[in-house]
């Protein structure tokens, strides 16, 4: 198996991507460390990673808190002795027009996407540079493309972004792997989970999730480019599309980006 032996942690794998990353990487032989800030789903997703054989350590841990974050690195380190990648997947979203969305929403988008991956960066990076490993962010389209009524979650992910190209300069020279993978619409929990413009949870997807890449294929596929080593990952036609024209003709763009977004179940443009 072409990790066997070597250590993943990924943050959020309680359902989606996250949990996603955990079975797939896992199944190649990693010894996967698993984060999430609800001990129920954490249970559920550790019954799973069991179900299949894989060797696994459970953090309860909120992303958002740098308290976590650096304990999640010590247990990792205390259970396997090692860090080899790390996937920072934890991130939640939301859907509101910024005119009517409370800045505490925004900061809680912030808290997780950004923060999140900023804390579990800093405190894995050590043993990260020690193994010539991998760090790698989920990001989004929403990371090279901004959407109107997800603007806190457009900022997390440029923000993101920017901090990882900043970061690969940086230890470019160490052996380190950093990548971005953009995942274009997934069909996962984020969008149930999305947050309003008060924060209560938006609890049903305005987008049909039947046409979308499962979770399962995004990890098959975040594996694949981990292993090649990666710089960038963008998936599915309309994510590439996204981003190629938003760098060419980004005034076209964002009167198509509106009317995109205007289509949606319950738009807040109606």
């Known amino acids: 198996m072409k990790l066997k032996d070597k250590v993943v942690i990924v943050t959020g794998a309680t359902s989606g991507i996250g949990e996603a990353c955990a079975l797939v990487f896992g199944k190649e032989g990693a010894k996967v460390v698993i984060t999430g800030r609800n001990e129920h789903k ?7 990673l069991k179900d299949n054989g894989v060797d696994f350590l459970a953090v309860l841990a909120d992303a958002g808190s740098e308290v976590d ?6 247990e990792a380190l205390k259970a396997f002795g090692r860090i080899d990648i790390l996937i920072n997947n934890a991130g939640i979203s939301m859907r509101a027009l910024f005119e009517d969305l409370d800045l505490e929403v925004f900061r809680r988008v912030m808290d997780t996407n950004f923060w999140g991956t900023v804390y579990a960066t800093k ?20 990371g090279f493309r901004g959407t ?17 190209e900043s970061l690969r300069t940086e230890v ?6 950093v990548m971005v993978a953009a995942p274009g619409f997934t069909a996962s929990n984020i969008r149930n ?17 039947g046409k979308m890449m499962t979770a399962y294929e995004v990890a098959e596929e975040i594996l694949k480019a981990t292993l090649r080593r990666k710089r960038d990952l963008v998936l599915t036609v309309q994510g590439k599309m996204a981003v190629f024209l938003n760098k060419w003709i980004p005034g ?6 509106f009317r995109e977004m205007a289509k949606e179940k319950d738009s807040p443009f109606k």
């Open 42 to 48: 954490l249970a559920l997703s550790s019954q799973l």
């Open 69 to 74: 974050n650096k304990r999640m690195a010590e």
């Open 123 to 142: 405190y894995c990076l050590p043993a990260i540079i020690e193994a010539k490993g991998s760090v790698i962010g989920i990001s989004s389209i929403n």
């Open 148 to 164: 109107p009524a997800r603007t806190a979650y457009s900022a997390s992910k440029y923000a993101m972004n920017g901090f990882f």
């Open 172 to 177: 470019m020279h160490e052996g380190v792997h």
């Open 193 to 209: 989970n999305a947050l309003t413009a008060h924060g209560e949870t938006q609890g049903a997807s305005p987008r049909d999730e």
């Open 252 to 257: 076209i763009m964002d009167g198509m980006v």
